[in-house]
């Protein structure tokens, strides 16, 4: 669609294109319910539909998008535009509309089953157009979704929690009662003993699996969980649950959605898929090599974590790959934790 000429909302001049959806909200029973209402369940079925694209200015861009706008700091400029091209009396009842508009938007995000069906589009013939509509579909289907410049993948919300349970019942629970029973009842220097425990049976169990073991970023992790959660009621599992990280490996540019299409089909296979992400805008990219993130939802689960680290050389090696991929835990970058040294890494494997 040509970016130039006019927004289609105020007149001003055009320059992004924006898509025009409708939805439409089914029981189960398939019983239309209005897209608006304050009793949807996650149950219910819901279809996407793309009316069309339409041009519109930078300013009318920002206030149809008000969720993004709140996030980078442009809420007030949003409102104030929003207000002005819809001739509002004042800001007070922009922000009443637009909270309306956030928890019909809420509302909708609870339903798991969504369809996405493409209107007539200008310059879109029907072959093309079945195309996009079957791949979005796939994607929706598979739970992907684009979302600052990486395309995400995972579980649905009952398979994670169905993963989740399995590696506590499995792993987690196993291993903190291992811990527990060596540290005792000593209370002098208790925690201190704790990660040292931890950090002991969490090697050994890794480095049998041929997983490489960083023991000074990991008790840092080990003690950053524990200086956080150690007051509260549920440590042990906060302490688990808390500690959510993945494996980065680099893969050459050319083989790079091959690499992870053919990943992801075979934890899917063996059960052990969660959640993984690769950049989206590939083609504007010159680097040789680009990350594929595969992610664990705790990094206390020893035999899950080399289990994928496995699946990844058995498709890496499969396109004549060799070299090393790396494990890190997400709280070092969400906070902004360096560890000493300069590495983010707990484990290393090779591929």
């Given at each position: 669609?040509?970016?130039?000429?006019?927004?289609?909302v105020?007149g001003?001049?055009?320059?992004?294109i924006?898509e025009d959806?409708?939805?439409?909200?089914?029981t189960?029973?398939?019983?239309?319910?209005?897209?608006?209402s304050?009793?949807?369940?996650?149950?219910?079925?819901?279809?996407a539909y793309?009316?069309?694209?339409?041009?519109?200015?930078?300013?009318?861009?920002?206030?149809?998008?008000?969720?993004?706008a709140?996030?980078?700091?442009?809420?007030?400029?949003?409102?104030?535009?929003?207000?002005?091209?819809?001739?509002v009396?004042?800001?007070?009842?922009?922000?009443?509309?637009?909270?309306?508009?956030?928890?019909?938007?809420?509302?909708?995000?609870?339903?798991e089953?969504w369809?996405?069906?493409i209107?007539?589009?200008?310059g879109m013939?029907?072959?093309?157009?079945n195309?996009?509509?079957?791949?979005?579909?796939?994607?929706?289907?598979?739970?992907?979704?684009?979302g600052?410049g990486?395309?995400?993948?995972?579980?649905?919300?009952?398979?994670e929690?169905?993963?989740?349970m399995?590696?506590?019942?499995?792993?987690?629970?196993?291993?903190l009662?291992?811990?527990?029973?060596?540290?005792?009842?000593?209370?002098?220097?208790?925690?201190?003993?704790?990660?040292?425990?931890?950090?002991?049976?969490?090697?050994n169990r890794l480095?049998?699996?041929?997983v490489?073991?960083?023991?000074?970023?990991?008790?840092?992790?080990?003690k950053?969980?524990?200086?956080?959660?150690?007051?509260?009621?549920?440590?042990?599992?906060?302490?688990?649950?808390?500690?959510?990280?993945?494996?980065?490996?680099?893969?050459?540019?050319?083989?790079?959605?091959k690499?992870?299409?053919?990943?992801?089909?075979?934890?899917e296979?063996?059960?052990?898929?969660?959640?993984?992400?690769?950049?989206?805008e590939?083609g504007?990219?010159d680097?040789?090599?680009?990350?594929?993130?595969?992610?664990?939802?705790?990094?206390?689960?020893?035999?899950?974590?080399s289990?994928v680290?496995?699946v990844?050389?058995?498709?890496?090696?499969?396109?004549?790959?060799?070299?090393?991929?790396?494990?890190?835990?997400?709280?070092?970058?969400?906070?902004?934790?360096?560890?000493?040294?300069?590495?983010t890494?707990i484990?290393?494997?090779?591929y």
């Amino acid at each position: 669609m040509d970016r130039s000429g006019v927004c289609e909302v105020c007149g001003e001049e055009g320059s992004e294109i924006d898509e025009d959806w409708l939805y439409c909200v089914f029981t189960e029973k398939g019983e239309p319910v209005p897209g608006t209402s304050r009793m949807i369940r996650k149950s219910f079925r819901g279809i996407a539909y793309l009316k069309g694209l339409r041009l519109l200015c930078s300013k009318c861009h920002i206030a149809k998008h008000q969720g993004y706008a709140l996030t980078h700091g442009k809420g007030s400029e949003a409102l104030e535009w929003l207000q002005k091209v819809n001739r509002v009396n004042s800001v007070d009842r922009v922000k009443y509309l637009v909270n309306e508009a956030l928890s019909i938007h809420n509302g909708l995000s609870l339903i798991e089953k969504w369809s996405i069906q493409i209107g007539e589009l200008n310059g879109m013939d029907n072959e093309t157009k079945n195309s996009v509509q079957e791949l979005l579909n796939h994607m929706c289907s598979r739970e992907f979704r684009l979302g600052e410049g990486w395309l995400h993948y995972s579980l649905p919300a009952e398979a994670e929690d169905d993963l989740t349970m399995r590696l506590e019942v499995q792993e987690t629970d196993p291993l903190l009662h291992e811990v527990n029973k060596k540290v005792g009842k000593r209370l002098v220097n208790r925690y201190k003993v704790w990660v040292k425990c931890m950090a002991e049976i969490m090697e050994n169990r890794l480095e049998s699996e041929g997983v490489g073991f960083i023991e000074e970023t990991f008790t840092t992790l080990a003690k950053l969980l524990i200086n956080d959660f150690k007051k509260a009621p549920l440590f042990e599992d906060l302490f688990i649950r808390e500690s959510e990280g993945k494996w980065i490996v680099y893969v050459p540019n050319f083989l790079y959605e091959k690499v992870f299409r053919e990943a992801l089909e075979m934890l899917e296979m063996l059960g052990l898929a969660y959640r993984a992400e690769i950049l989206c805008e590939k083609g504007k990219l010159d680097e040789e090599y680009l990350p594929i993130l595969v992610y664990a939802p705790t990094s206390f689960a020893p035999g899950y974590i080399s289990s994928v680290a496995k699946v990844l050389k058995t498709v890496l090696n499969k396109f004549g790959l060799t070299g090393m991929m790396y494990y890190e835990p997400d709280i070092f970058r969400d906070r902004g934790i360096q560890p000493k040294g300069l590495v983010t890494f707990i484990y290393s494997y090779r591929y």
